[in-house]
């Protein structure tokens, strides 16, 4: 039996239960009746991961051993990602889709059993916890060949409500701290499938960034009343020279203290805590930003261009009102040939060396001549 | 003139001058006279960066635009670290060296103009700043075609006293907060010089790593009043099945939370603050471990293994009593062809999740057969 729900902007989600007991959803416009079943044999699901705490920095490791044999790189004719067509039984049933997203096979985190709670933490003597969370990945269409920027902006609207949606039903899980979709793109981060997708992470702790986002959020209240987020957008409004796009909605810009060396934050005017929050008409204009914010990008080198697209949002149960929806988008090309590597003084020190002023960043980005 | 001046482990140094200001240093112990002179045009030196402090997450990011024009990869014959033969000026001007440390022609951090002071940070409002600090070059060997595992013990003896010698002598200046000494080892680590080579960062900000590992000990302090690494040293030698190698004076093990698919700390039994306060005996140990381990992490796949070799030691002006030396050998390494990116979650977020447990890493390490 499938279920429909109703969301914003005329779309239509359709659960299904995949042969192994994981979920797909699929994010449908036209009304089309998702049908197919999964025909794969059954099989067991990975146990559950573990979480170390590393002592040394105060931060939690998830230990996710069954990852070892995932997927990697197949030919397109194997991509999991594709439409079921005729023997070729991929994650998704149908033989097209617009937007699905489904239950991760190998999850870093997934959903504990009942009772669930995050060990205190205590120096070296904290105990392991089952590594819970949620890992969903979000297939943003069925044409293999294309990456998010060539997506129609309605394409990208779905999309959205696709991560909206999520946001919204993850929530309500007793053991979610944050909720966090990405975009890893390009094998130069390390991207395992090439069909244009996404994944959400859901943690049960506060990851190290976020953690730190929070702490400077909540000092920064502290000392002035005023939420951190909306003064520094609030800055690059007013200094203007690196703002890359923007519309009535949005606004895209290059960080005043940007670490890559093409670095873009994506932020709605009117500031939300999370996806779900965000108005009707932000979520309209929404795709025209982000389609010029990634063509943009794309269009520095004239190279496909690998990037990470992070949404921070505000941890799900507290601290909603100082903390601030918004995308940021990382790339380490800093030109044809030459990447930027995290090398010793970022991974070993967390001490960013950014060869490009963020300045001539934005330039370079704002000097793109974008087609058609 | 050349000024020689007498370490430890009958290692002498002597200064000598470059073309273009800079200072070369040159570590030997066969009394070897050094009075090549470096017989290229003058440049100018590039100006000092800049640092921007990112209030989203009150850390500070270095801007060292003049970096982006750095050799790359250069073919042998072109190669800077190797010594100067016939026309071919390299940086260092003598025919043949053991160990030398020069200042980086591109560095990130430089000295700064007197009556340099870090600005205090308060939120976005925070000024910017000089990118004070040092870069340095160090390199283990004339020899092109080695490694730092190929080395005899006694070259790594004179390395390690060249790093000790560099700790101490930096720590003097009074811009210096920490002295970072490290090594990038492998192109997927973004190495843009093959020749075997470390470098040494010393920042004027504490980077935000190891402000975490300060923090971290600081709250162990004061709830236990012990000194947080000797407690996890003690726990991965009473744990015993992550120590990998040891001897005498020191220990090397995968940490309990490792987050790399291969990662060594190697740390003395005797806890010190920094290189420069090793006593003797541990420093005549060292060669032996430091070979052993990296041979063992070559050993794996057989294959040439990239790394990031990183001494973590205590600032130079503070908590030098709960601030512990240690050797931190981190490989992306975790399969041949395979790589682990730090991608949306670890870049994005800090949240790393681990696709080996760090005992099964620590068996693969142990069951590595030594040549020779």
């Known amino acids: 039996m499938s279920q429909i729900k109703k969301l914003s902007a005329g779309v239509t989600r359709t659960d299904k239960a995949m042969s192994d007991g994981r979920t797909i959803r699929y994010y449908d416009t036209d009304g089309a009746s998702r049908d197919a079943v999964d025909q794969r044999q059954k099989e067991d699901q990975p146990t559950i991961g573990e979480l170390r705490f590393d002592s040394l920095v105060n931060e939690w490791v998830a230990m996710a051993p069954h990852r070892q044999t ?199 005017r009117n500031p939300v805590p999370d996806l779900a929050a965000l108005g009707e008409e932000a979520c309209d204009a929404f795709p025209s930003i982000a389609l010029e914010v990634l063509n943009r990008l794309e269009g520095v080198f004239n190279i496909p261009m690998a990037y990470i697209a992070s949404w921070h949002q505000a941890p799900v149960k507290h601290d909603r009102d100082i903390m601030r929806l918004h995308w940021e988008i990382t790339s380490v090309r800093r030109a044809p040939g030459k990447l930027k590597y995290l090398a010793g003084s970022e991974s070993s020190m967390g001490a960013f060396i950014m060869d490009m002023r963020p300045e001539q960043s934005a330039d370079q980005l704002r000097n793109v001549v974008l087609g058609k």
Chains 1, 2 share one sequence.
């Open 70 to 268: 995932r997927v990697f790189l197949p030919p397109k004719e194997l991509c999991p990602l594709c439409p079921t067509v005729g023997e070729s039984l991929t994650e998704i049933p149908e033989p097209r889709y617009n937007v699905a997203v489904f239950d991760n096979r190998s999850p870093s985190l997934r959903p504990p059993e009942s009772g669930w709670e995050l060990p205190k933490t205590q120096g070296p003597q904290t105990s392991t916890a089952p590594a819970a969370g949620v890992c969903e990945v979000v297939c943003y269409t069925s044409d293999h060949g294309k990456s998010f920027k060539d997506l129609s902006p309605a394409q990208v609207r779905t999309v959205l409500e696709a991560w909206r949606d999520r946001t919204a039903e993850i929530s309500k899980l007793d053991f979610i701290e944050i909720i966090f979709p990405f975009e890893n793109r390009g094998e130069e981060v390390g991207v395992t499938l090439s069909h244009p997708h996404g994944q959400i992470y859901a943690y049960s702790y506060l990851p190290p960034r976020a953690e730190k986002m929070l702490e400077s959020a909540q000092a920064h209240k502290k000392a002035t009343g005023r939420v951190l987020f909306d003064d520094l957008l609030a800055r690059e409004i007013k200094d203007e020279l690196r703002i890359v796009a923007q519309n009535a909605h949005w606004v895209a810009f290059v960080p005043y203290a940007a670490r890559y060396p093409f670095e873009i934050h994506v932020a709605p």
